[in-house]
Each structure stands twice: as C-alpha cells, then as structure tokens.
C-alpha cells in the first residue's frame, strides 16, 4: 500500500504541466462564491462550532416532510452529484442539499477533517430545520449520514447509495488506517501538498475515476462542475484525508449501520471503490430495506433515475 502511494506522489510530480491545464479560480461572484451553483436553487450558510461556514441549497416552496440530499467524498465532490434527485424532487416537497465541509461551496479551512465533523455538519442542518427530515446520502456521505442519525431523532429515514462501510475494503484509501488511524500516510501524502492534488484534479484523472462509477460515457457537464470545484482554494484539504483513510470507519457495520433503529434502505448494483458483503446480513434486520438498481456502477441517480425513484417513493410510502 505504501508503495501504491509513493507511485502516485512520483507520478504527481511528472505530470505538473496537466495540472497547470485545470481551470482558474474565478473571482466571487455577486453571491459572494467563486464556484458556480451546483443546482439552480438558493444557496444558505450555516455555521457549524469549531469548523465554520457549510453550504446547503434550498428549495422549500412546498410543504412536506424535508428532503436532506448529501453527496460522496472524494478528490472532487460537490453536491452536483446528487443533481438528478435534486431536480426530480425539487418542487414535490421541501429539498435540502447539503455539501459537506471542505467540499463544493463550503468553507475549506486547513484543519483536521473527521467523520465527526462531517455528521455534525447534517446534525446542524437537521436543527436549523428543526423539523423531522428525510435523508439521502450517497457512498462515504453514508456514513456519515447514519452517524448522524443516531445521535439525532428527527431524521426520520435514510436511503443510503452505493455506501461504503457494508463489505472488505477495495483499494487502499479505506484501509489505509488500519494500523494508525491513517496519520503517517497523511503527513507522507500532505508533504507532496499542492503537487499531489494538482494531478487528482486534472481533467485526465477526473475523468479516469469518474468512468468507474458510470456505466455508459461519463456526462460533460460532470467532468466540468468537478474540474471546477476541485479547483477552488483550500480544495486538497479535505480529500488528504479522505486518501489517507481518516475519514472511513474502521467497522461501519457495527459501530454505524447494525445500530441504526430509523427505516434504511440501501440501494445498490456494482461499484469499483466498495463491496456490499455483509448487505444480506443488513436486509435481515428489522426496518431495513436492500433493493438493487441492476446496470449501474456508483451512481445510479444519473443512470437509472426511474428505477432509484421507484425505490425512493416505494420507502417512504411505506413509512407512517
């Protein structure tokens, strides 16, 4: 593992002309955020205690129980992820989209990034809303998501894809911290700092690790809103620790999902960066839910949204 990362750092510094190819950061607009809108809605702040300011979009023109959206985390996430369920539930009842610190338009501060703060981001969410709320997260979003909602009554369900946390790691970000909490891999890769990054962020790679999640062409306009979320300061920050592992629990299963008392439903097919063994054990559980969302590698709200709307609506009929 530590070789498969000392690859990538000597690789980071061969390819420093791609990186220089990545889009410039532009200046903020008159909303006061340089990077444009991932969904056509208002885009709040809220202040999460030790951290600063996240970003959510809101669309609460109707009435209903809220929809909270959160997306993945990776070298380039943003809420633009959760784009084709924005749009489709957008207007049918009160939406939220939630993009986690250090991510899209939130704030990117150098400090320690952990899964803690990243439930307390949708825990001070879920309060200001002060209502209960429905909760959609997707891959790593997951985890975080289910923490949250063990320590916070009023999220009502949760409709978790594609998580990780449910089988055997596949790559070495999810296993990096086995054996320190992932520290010494952190400083190793945080020593190659803005090099690092500046190659995780080249059109080239996004487009690369983008292709495993999609089962047909990656879209255009993906490739695009990544290139430009990854390119706003303070951007490497927060995926540091996402590589080097200390942001994944070690035992999600126990310690997050088999503790979990809300209605879950998992949605699922194949994916490149998580297994899903242990999801047979999760469907047997009581108010659980596992459905499969066939031809889809990750992220099936853009390649099946039918399918994964059927599913959604089917869940949350089902619920008092």
Known sequence: MKKRFVVLALL????????????????PGPDGYRLRPAVNAERRALTVPGFGQVTY??????????????HSVNAAASGYEM????????????????????????????????????ASALAALVAQLNTEVDVVSLSLGSEFAARAALAEPRIRSLALIS??????????????????????????????????YGTLRTRPSLWYFLSRS??????????????????????????LYFVSGRLFNPDAYTNLYAKLTVPTLVLFDQDAFVSFDRLPQFDALPNTTVVRIPGTDGLPQWEKLPEVRV??????????
């Open 83 to 118: 784009k084709p369920l924005w749009e489709s539930y957008a207007g049918q009842r009160p939406v939220y989209l939630l993009e986690w610190p250090g991510f899209g338009s939130s704030d990117r501060p150098d400090l320690t990034y952990t899964p803690e703060l990243m």
């Open 311 to 320: 599913a959604l609506d089917a869940f949350w009929s089902a619920q008092p």
């Open 163 to 196: 998580p990780s946390g449910f089988g055997q790691p596949r790559n070495g970000t999810q296993d990096a911290a086995a054996d320190d909490g992932g520290l010494k891999l952190y400083n190793t890769l945080n020593s190659f700092g803005d090099v690092l």
């Open 57 to 70: 979009y809101a669309s609460a023109a109707v009435t209903g129980r809220p929809l909270v959206l959160t």
């Open 214 to 239: 999609f089962r047909g062409e990656v879209p255009g306009d993906v490739i695009d809103y990544a290139a430009a979320t990854s390119a706003q300061p303070g951007a490497k920050y927060a995926p």
């Open 12 to 27: 980071a510094a061969g390819t420093l002309t791609l990186s220089a190819c990545a889009p410039a950061v532009q200046a």
